[in-house]
């Protein structure tokens, strides 16, 4: 088991079992799902909450009452999916399914106490799968609980959100992440969220490429526009990697006037959407380093220039 960093307040209501049905929303790689097996092992714990560490329930790799469904990112063929989806067959039992389903896997009676199904990414879930885990949230076997996991309660099927307890995790001080590394610019990308936080620092590499790639995007901003696209186009290929170098980007207007800082974050926001509605990505890009470029040029002719 992986004890989980902050988070103290949902845990202790969670140690009370206050439903069978959750829904955990916040920002990736803040813990929802460390938090969610957590949970697992305490609800099966031979003392209870918090999981002893040392009982047989808490000794397994993986637990046997746990079971995790997440969105595949390939089609039958074998392709990447243009649109990850968790499908129907998932969620409930299909004639030639290959993999076992969440229906059936609750049904049965735990190996230790109760069971535990996290439906990772559910506002990925296809309407049919939707649908089919519907009547889980509805009745659960008595022994069963169903954690969902979601950036926001909005982005999950309103008839799911609505027969779960919605559980919320916001970014940890960075302070509290200090505990784990000092490496500042580790800390600065992770802005708050442990699971980012360990991400960058198996990579310090990749992490500075795209930190370095962030910075000469901004300074290209006041350029002309043909460097600033050779700059965008950079950030675009990194983007597709690991560490995202907008988030770096977004730190560097911290200390713009609030009035061009929300106009920036709002492009940020417009692009981030369009991308994941499968707005072709240089054309996301294009627009918002165009736009950046002009609230940029306003910012400096109205008020002296951000350092
Ligand atoms: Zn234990």
Not at 21 to 37: D, H, I, K, N, Q
Request: some cysteine; overall charge neutral; hydrophobic content about 45%.
């Amino acid at each position: 088991m992986v004890e989980p960093v902050g988070h103290e307040r949902q845990r202790r209501l969670l140690a009370r079992r206050p439903a069978q049905s959750l829904l955990f929303v916040g920002p990736e790689g803040v813990g929802r799902r460390t938090v969610a097996r957590w949970f697992a092992y305490g609800l099966n714990c031979a003392q209870g909450f918090p999981p002893c560490g040392r009982c047989a329930s808490c000794r397994a790799e993986h637990h046997p009452d746990l079971f995790e469904v997440r969105p595949r990112t390939k089609t039958r063929g074998g392709q990447i999916a243009r649109r990850p989806q968790i499908h129907l067959d998932q969620i409930a039992p299909r004639a030639g399914a290959e993999e076992p389903n969440l229906i059936e896997w609750l049904q049965t009676a735990p190996r230790h106490r109760a069971k535990v199904a996290v439906v990772d990414s559910a506002h990925l879930l296809g309407e049919q799968a939707g649908n089919a885990l519907l009547k889980v949230l509805e009745e659960p076997p008595p022994h069963a609980y169903l954690i969902l996991i979601a950036p926001s309660r909005e982005a999950v099927l309103p008839t799911l959100a609505s027969r779960s307890l919605t559980v919320g995790f916001g970014p940890l001080p960075t302070e509290q992440l200090r505990s784990l590394s000092e490496n500042e610019a580790a800390l600065r990308y992770s802005e708050g969220a442990p699971g980012r936080l360990m991400a960058a620092l198996a990579d310090p590499a990749g992490l500075a490429e795209a930190e370095s790639a962030a910075k000469a995007w901004v300074e290209s901003l006041g350029r002309d526009a043909a460097e600033l696209l050779a700059q965008t186009e950079a950030l675009r290929r990194l983007a597709e990697g690991p560490f995202d170098p907008w988030v770096f980007v977004a730190q560097a207007w911290e200390d713009w006037p609030p009035p061009a800082r929300e106009a920036a974050l709002a492009a940020l926001l417009r692009a981030r959407e369009e991308l994941e509605a499968y707005v072709a990505a240089d054309l996301v890009f294009t627009r918002l380093a165009l736009t950046l470029r002009r609230i940029y040029a306003d910012l400096r002719a109205g008020s002296p220039l951000p350092r």
